[in-house]
């Protein structure tokens, strides 16, 4: 089993004592079902505490979602909460989905989002070369998109077939860019608290 840094509810067993000596989970923070066990996880690895991850395990939950409570979701009560805690911990674990290939695949979504609005009216504004030039590289972020993601791609063409794993290479690609986005938007906020923060430090020495 290897180690790891984050705890997962879903599939997972803690000693009882370890649990309640950490703090458990923390309730105030996560009200809502969100990355409590995430935190927690982070709380055990900084106690020293080791998380072992089977990979060999598999569960299958039963829910129902559609796109509105899926986004708000993993935007609200997943993206959001674990950016800050990325942001406030000074931590960023490669399990999960924060991984090396993970992160490469938002750089590349989030490349691929810039470059698409200027394919159109590229034959205006850019010579010939310069719009060949934008499509090639669209088509070759596409191809390492999908060799970087290639084994989910293949588990989705096993359960369900070609045209299924096709259909969701846009939703992947939708579901790194609101993510990147919304760890762009919590760091402009930790940036600003941190600055507003300083101004008040120095502002109160001023002042005393």
Not at 69 to 87: E, M
Request: proline share 5%.
């Amino acid at each position: 089993m290897e180690e790891a840094i984050t705890f997962w509810a879903g599939c997972g067993a803690i000693r009882k004592g370890i649990f309640l000596a950490t703090g458990g989970f923390n309730e105030r923070k996560y009200p809502h079902p969100s990355i409590e066990d995430i935190e927690l996880g982070l709380r055990l690895w900084q106690k020293h505490h080791p998380v072992r991850l089977d990979k060999r395990l598999q569960v299958k939950h039963l829910k129902h979602w559609n796109w509105f409570t899926l986004l708000k979701a993993d935007i609200l009560y997943r993206a959001y909460p674990w950016s800050n805690l990325i942001l406030e911990s000074s931590i960023l674990p490669d399990d999960l989905n924060l991984q090396f290939s993970h992160r490469i695949s938002a750089i590349l979504a989030g490349t691929l989002v810039v470059l698409i609005p200027f394919l159109v009216p590229a034959h205006r504004w850019f010579p010939s070369p310069t719009v060949t030039l934008i499509g090639f590289a669209i088509v070759l972020i596409m191809i390492l998109f999908v060799i970087l993601n290639r084994h989910l791609y293949q588990f989705f063409f096993r359960q369900h077939g070609f045209a299924f794993a096709l259909f969701t290479i846009p939703w992947h690609l939708f579901y790194y860019c609101y993510s990147g986005v919304t760890f762009a938007v919590c760091w402009f906020q930790y940036k600003l608290k941190a600055l507003f923060s300083f101004a008040k430090e120095v502002s109160g020495k001023g002042i005393g």
